[in-house]
């Protein structure tokens, strides 16, 4: 989803203009990365907290190149969701996994099986019965 789609979404359920609901949606975009900036850190209660966290120098390797390169530490901002959306999100894994389960179902068949046939049954080789002499006293 957009910012686009975001006004547009909000702009119906409430009833602003998309202009006037754009503006809002700037202005609170704008206010968490203020926030970041000068405090680190801003939690925004059911929905998550955004932090801005130090990641330390270390060295790497180009993938292209396999050449070790060294990393600069640099400032990253992380985001750790709150209970209302972790809920959320574990619902709807929970629903996809129910629905593969169905489609699962689904595919078998009435008979609950595969219409294929059969793979052909392959025998084990035999275990080798050769022990060499050095373990012969230590088994």
Sequence with gaps: MTKKEIVKAISEEIG????????IVQKTFDAIVETLVADGR??????????????????????RTGEKVFVAE?????????????????????????????????????TGGSTAAPAPAVE???????????TVGTL
């Design 74 to 110: 640099k400032f990253v901002v992380t985001f750790k969701p709150g209970k209302e959306m972790e809920e959320k999100v574990r619902l709807l894994e929970e629903a996809a996994a129910r629905e593969a389960q169905a489609r699962h179902a689904a595919e078998a068949g009435p």
């Design 42 to 63: 801003i939690e925004l209660r059911n929905f998550g907290v955004f932090e801005v966290k130090k990641r330390a120098a270390r060295k790497a390797r180009n993938p």
């Design 124 to 134: 084990a080789p035999a275990p080798s019965t050769y022990i060499p002499p050095s």
């Design 16 to 23: 602003l203009t998309q202009l006037k609901t754009k503006d």
